[in-house]
């Protein structure tokens, strides 16, 4: 398979995942389909780690491995663009590695801390951080709300750094070995 080819298909996979990530981290603002007062909220929400993380960061590589992949070899471009093509892809994917990174990292946090609840006496706290035999009453199902969607996130955010360590690779063969090998193979003969 050509390296333009794969990262078609990489870049084609990122995108859908990306936009989950972002519905997901929206979602968790509204627990329950409720509207809380900031304060209300679980902190870990606010690190943006779905909007940003796996979100914005995961698109950027997404379109650049489109381009890289159109018309199955970076873009048809061989010799010096077809490399620029490659390395640009790499250094993006590395970006959208990280931001699937950090969307694992708060995911995991965020399922090991924890809803923000009120445990019953109007306080809002987080039960599970504090070691409290406290059950959270509202808002209702706030608990598995967030190991739903964090669960969904962590996973997300999985998928994602793998894919694009997978685009790092293929990128960097691209730019080494060169993107168009068919075509040198016909001109070879």
Not at 101 to 109: E, N, Q, R, T, W
């Amino acid at each position: 398979m050509c390296t333009g080819k794969c990262s078609k298909c990489i870049g084609i996979t990122l995108f859908p995942l990306a936009v989950c990530a972002i519905v997901s981290n929206i979602l968790l603002y509204f627990p329950n389909g409720q509207v809380l007062q900031l304060s209300e909220i679980t902190d870990l929400v606010w690190f943006f780690h779905g909007i940003l993380g796996a979100g914005i960061l995961v698109i950027f590589p997404a379109f650049m491995m489109l381009g890289a992949g159109g018309a199955g070899c970076c873009a048809n471009r061989c010799g010096v663009s077809g490399h620029l093509c490659m390395l640009l892809s790499v250094i993006l994917s590395v970006l959208g590695f990280a931001g699937g990174a950090y969307c694992v990292v708060i995911s995991s946090l965020g399922l090991i801390g924890g809803p923000l609840c009120d445990t019953g006496n109007g306080e809002y706290l987080y039960p599970f951080r504090n070691d409290t035999l406290n059950i959270c009453k509202q808002p209702e199902n706030i608990i598995l709300w967030n190991i739903v969607l964090f669960s969904i996130l962590l996973a997300i955010g999985v998928v994602e750094a793998i894919l694009c360590f997978i685009q790092v690779i293929n990128g960097l063969t691209g730019f080494i070995c060169g993107t168009c090998m068919r075509r040198r193979k016909v001109g070879m003969q």
